[in-house]
């Protein structure tokens, strides 16, 4: 069983910047890519950035430059430094895990909120 738990949200000021970090306990060692997702109130839920194999990373062309995603296995946590936010970024971040397969074995933390506003 994989457990993540979301940390490093919170209120900040438009251009400013957070980490989010994303741990991971439980059985770890058969996830092959982890990533951020996010959901602003009555909108669908958002690819932001995943790295895959622990080496690839991709990101939503929304916020490509900005945002960077990364993985420290020694610690089961990824990160995702956030820089030059804006209020269109304002939402709950959501950690993902997946172990590819048919089906898919996937994992969600509980979200952490994200507030850009002066």
């Known amino acids: 069983q994989v457990q993540l738990v979301e940390s490093g949200g919170g209120l900040v000021q438009p251009g400013g910047s957070l980490r989010l970090s994303c741990a991971a306990s439980?059985?770890?060692?058969?996830?092959?890519?982890m990533g951020w997702y996010r959901q602003a109130p009555g909108k669908e839920r958002e690819l932001v950035a995943v790295?895959?194999?622990?080496?690839?990373?991709n990101y939503a062309d929304s916020v490509k430059g900005r945002f960077t995603i990364s993985r420290d296995n020694s610690k089961n946590t990824v990160y995702l430094k956030m820089n030059s936010l804006k209020p269109e970024d304002t939402a709950v971040y959501y950690c993902?895990?997946?172990?590819?397969?048919?089906?898919?074995?996937?994992?969600w933390g509980q979200g952490t909120q994200v507030t850009v506003s002066s």
């Open positions: 993902h895990a997946q172990r590819r397969g048919s089906p898919p074995i996937v994992h």
């Open positions: 439980g059985i770890i060692f058969s996830i092959n890519d």
């Open positions: 790295i895959t194999n622990g080496v690839n990373t």
